[in-house]
T-cell receptor, first 117, second 108 residues
Framework: GAVVSQHPSRVICKSGTSVKIECRSL??????MFWYRQFPKQSLMLMATSNEGSKATYEQGVEKDKFLINHASLTLSTLTVTSAHPEDSSFYICSAIPAGGQRTEQFFGPGTRLTVL | QKEVEQNSGPLSVPEGAIASLNCTYS??????FFWYRQYSGKSPELIMFIYSNGDKEDGRFTAQLNKASQYVSLLIRDSQPSDSATYLC????????FGAGTTVTVRA
């Protein structure tokens, strides 16, 4: 149980285009999902906290107009990278907390590798 | 975000030896601590968590927590080549704050 999927697993796009990444909790409902970004040889950095039915909370330095987050259901959160540029190339990972579960229990998706040409 | 510090390594140990990983954190009020393993190109997977001072053992892994010193460690006994990965220390007070990770290489 507690499986989180991400789609796509890998995407290559041209500079200036927008890319949508989906994060799904497959066998549980998640009121809270998190989006992380990881650059090569660096650790995971939290970008934003996604709450079902409300606006996402962004970490300092993360542009909310560039990284659009939608958490429209208890099993799906999406991250859209708008007008992507090469510096946005990174490994994007989501995690989810089961509804009613302990806040310390996060389940990670497999990640999405974004390459912007 | 809270500061979590780890030695980046690489830490190289022979097969069968003990690998010792260290982590310090800045917020004295932090309550829960996690160790994740991350293979190259993959997302983190939870090894274990610890909330209380002292040791916690799970198979070949032992986590040690000292809140007074704001220090948490991970011991890997009988290291195997499959343990070669980056180990991430994380502090969780609702949001996870990760250290930079320590890369471990187990030599066969």
């Amino acid at each position: 149980g507690a499986v989180v999927s991400q789609h796509p697993s890998r995407v290559i796009c041209k500079s200036g285009t927008s890319v949508k990444i989906e994060c799904r909790s497959l066998d549980f409902q998640a009121t809270t999902m998190f989006w992380y970004r990881q650059f090569p040889k660096q650790s995971l950095m939290l970008m934003a906290t996604s709450n079902e039915g409300s606006k996402a909370t962004y970490e300092q330095g993360v542009e909310k107009d560039k990284f659009l987050i939608n958490h429209a259901s208890l099993t799906l959160s999406t991250l859209t990278v708008t007008s992507a540029h090469p510096e946005d190339s990174s490994f994007y990972i989501c995690s989810a907390i089961p509804a009613g579960g302990q806040r310390t229990e996060q389940f990670f998706g497999p990640g999405t590798r974004l390459t912007v040409l | 975000q809270k500061e979590v510090e780890q030695n980046s390594g690489p830490l190289s140990v022979p097969e069968g030896a003990i690998a010792s990983l260290n982590c310090t954190y800045s917020d004295r009020g932090s309550q829960s601590f996690f160790w994740y393993r991350q293979y190259s190109g993959k997302s983190p997977e939870l090894i274990m968590f610890i909330y209380s001072n002292g040791d916690k053992e799970d198979g070949r892994f032992t986590a040690q927590l000292n809140k007074a010193s704001q220090y948490v460690s991970l011991l890997i006994r009988d290291s195997q080549p499959s343990d070669s990965a980056t180990y991430l220390c994380a502090v969780n007070d609702y949001k996870l704050s990760f250290g930079a990770g320590t890369t471990v290489t187990v030599r066969a």
